[in-house]
T-cell receptor, first 112, second 113 residues
Framework: GESVGLHLPTLSVQEGDNSIINCAYS??????FIWYKQESGKGPQFIID?????DKRQGQRVTVLLNKTVKHLSLQIAATQPGDSAVYFC???????????FGTGTSLTVIP | KAGVTQTPRYLIKTRGQQVTLSCSPI?????VSWYQQTPGQGLQFLFE???????NKGNFPGRFSGRQFSNSRSEMNVSTLELGDSALYLC????????????FGQGTRLTVV
């Protein structure tokens, strides 16, 4: 959804476990979604994307699931590693160019 | 392929001054978008330029402006700086299409004192 909020949701997982990060969006016109990873002091890094005509897309150790009925997006990270510790954002676009609306982000901490 | 390059990385300005930030997109990309990132508001869209024309604009005051050159490089300008303009300014580069991957630069950290 559009970015509002002062508090960052947090998620802590043990190294080797799977992580699931969730995102809700509000606009039914949203038809393209991207997950980004942002490490401290760096810009957001593209992880994986999905279009609204798909329900699932897989990458290397990552899977994105899209449920358009409830306007929900999730990112699954398999075998989470310490290097996965970062803030993760979902972003949505509405076929109006490359204007993206970002979620508030989730801070993932991987415990060795 | 070189990524998105933003300069400078850090800036300190005084209230009332103006500032210009620069972004060089990925080679071949013609769309450049700008975002402001703050702890309180998160990532907010400022504007997008495509082929030297502003294609989309966010909800920011007119003090925030931008432009794009024929080589796709873009600049954004903030005039009459306020303390609340302190933020990380991020530039994203996309190819010709709409709704396509956007790749970010490292950002420019602006501090207004």
């Amino acid at each position: 959804g559009e970015s509002v909020g002062l508090h960052l949701p947090t998620l802590s997982v043990q190294e080797g476990d799977n992580s699931i990060i969730n995102c809700a969006y509000s606009n039914s016109a949203s038809d393209y979604f991207i997950w980004y990873k942002q490490e401290s002091g760096k810009g957001p890094q593209f992880i994986i994307d999905i279009r609204s005509n798909m329900d699932k897309r897989q990458g290397q150790r990552v899977t994105v699931l899209l449920n358009k009925t409830v306007k929900h997006l999730s990112l699954q990270i398999a075998a989470t590693q310490p290097g996965d510790s970062a803030v993760y954002f979902c972003a949505e676009s509405r076929n109006t160019g490359n204007q993206f609306y970002f979620g508030t982000g989730t801070s993932l901490t991987v415990i060795p | 392929k070189a990524g998105v390059t933003q300069t400078p990385r850090y800036l300190i300005k005084t209230r009332g001054q103006q500032v210009t930030l620069s972004c060089s997109p990925i080679s071949g990309h013609r769309s450049v978008s700008w975002y402001q990132q703050t702890p309180g508001q998160g990532l907010q869209f400022l504007f997008e330029y495509f082929s030297e024309t502003q294609r989309n604009k966010g909800n920011f005051p007119g003090r925030f402006s931008g432009r794009q050159f024929s080589n796709s490089r873009s600049e954004m300008n903030v005039s009459t700086l306020e303390l609340g303009d302190s933020a990380l300014y991020l530039c994203a580069s996309s190819s010709d299409s709409t709704n396509t991957e956007a790749f970010f630069g490292q950002g420019t950290r602006l501090t207004v004192v």
